[in-house]
């Protein structure tokens, strides 16, 4: 919990990773009433001395679509391919254990690095919302992409 507070360093990072989520503020008590919700999945990587590195969810939706929501990677190890590793290991669990036929996910269109993650697992870009929501005083478009399993 302290560690995944600890990558959130701003009002930008918490809109990048978790959206409306916490919008109230972030903490570990927050998120641990989130992990206590039954509508999702929570999935984490660990390292070998069982550090954080990875965190993100799957919420059940409509009947055979999840959403993948708050992926986050551990800030020091973005960009070495594991944010895609996990993502692909999350969409084999949605498929073979989830019982999902497709997966859908929002992220912000400024948001490049979850925009390449995503790209490169075979999500589609849905609908875009143009300026639909504020981050860091800007308004930001709301990209809603999708794969099917
Ligand atoms: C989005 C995030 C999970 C990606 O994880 P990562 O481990 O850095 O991503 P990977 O190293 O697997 O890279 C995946 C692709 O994104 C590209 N990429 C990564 N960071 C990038 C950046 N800052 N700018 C542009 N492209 C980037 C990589 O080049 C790679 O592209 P490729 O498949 O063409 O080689 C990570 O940046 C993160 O935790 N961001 C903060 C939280 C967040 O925004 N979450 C998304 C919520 S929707």
Partial sequence: MNTLVS??????????WS???????????KMQLHLNRTDLDSFAYLDKKKN??????????????????RVI????????????????????????????LRIRLNTFGHNKAALACYGA???????????????RGE????VVMAANL
């Fill in 139 to 142: 308004l930001q478009d709301l």
């Fill in 52 to 69: 954080l590195l990875c965190y993100a969810d799957i919420v059940k939706k409509e009947k055979k679509t999840g959403v993948l929501c």
């Fill in 121 to 135: 697992l075979g999500f589609h870009t849905v609908s875009v919302e143009p300026k639909c929501r504020k981050v």
């Fill in 7 to 16: 990558w959130i360093r701003n009002e930008e990072d918490l809109a990048l």
């Fill in 19 to 29: 959206g409306n989520t916490f919008r109230n503020g972030f903490s570990a008590g």
């Fill in 73 to 100: 990677v551990h800030p020091d190890h973005r960009r070495q391919g594991l944010g895609k590793t996990f993502c692909k290991d999350l969409l084999n669990w949605a498929k073979d254990n989830g019982n999902y």
